[in-house]
């Protein structure tokens, strides 16, 4: 899938977990950064690829995303993993405990859940693709839905533009509009 598509996925994510859990108040800083760190992790495994977002929007990021790519094993291997995440989330916890001190109204605890979020959102679009993702490494199988590889989509073509793509912004408008009071109760809850 395309970044842009794993951006709209990671905020879907993040607003169907919102959707269920008990709300509580956070602060207006917890939920910037939380949003931030939820689109990170929406493009997180694609580090791998010299192409990526992150590496485009670099100077010289072309030249250091080959370097990592070679090293995370390619595309589509180590960061599309189920190691691969749970590596992404001991180093953002580290990274957030350094932050801490700097970082006194940002509840640490819901950026991390927001990043992962967006991470395993990630995962899961990518499962539909041709391509599959290797899930269980070091098992070196690539997993796809549907099992049939010529059913799933094309990243960059005509099913995800025009069928996913406005798809997911369908349902986030949906999930505004339809939970619009518990949204607004929500936005209430937040304190400075
Ligand atoms: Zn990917």
Redesign the pocket.
């Known amino acids: 899938?395309t970044g842009r598509t794993?951006d709209l996925a990671a905020l879907t994510a993040l607003g169907a977990v919102v959707m269920v859990v008990p709300q509580h108040p956070v602060t207006l800083g917890t939920v910037l950064v939380a949003l931030v760190a939820n689109q990170l992790g929406g493009i997180a495994?694609?580090i791998d690829?010299p192409t990526a977002p992150l590496w485009r929007n670099l100077p010289v990021g072309t030249f250091f995303g080959k370097i990592i790519g070679k090293m995370l094993g390619g595309?589509?291997f180590l960061?599309?993993s189920i190691v691969g995440a749970a590596l992404f989330g001991w180093l953002l916890h580290v990274l957030l405990g350094l932050l801490g001190p700097i970082m006194h109204t940002v509840d640490p605890h819901l950026v991390w859940w927001a990043f992962m979020i967006g991470l395993i959102s990630?995962?899961i679009m990518?499962t539909f693709t041709k391509e599959g993702?290797p899930w269980l490494l070091p098992i070196p199988i690539k997993f796809g839905l549907p099992p049939v590889r010529a059913w799933r989509v094309t990243t960059g073509q005509g099913v995800e533009s025009f069928i996913i793509f406005p798809g997911l912004a369908l349902i986030d408008i949906w999930w505004g509009v339809a939970h619009y009071d518990r949204l607004a109760a929500w936005l209430h809850l937040i304190v400075k």
Do not use: N
């Open positions: 899938m794993h495994p694609d690829e595309h589509r960061t599309h990630h995962l990518d993702v």
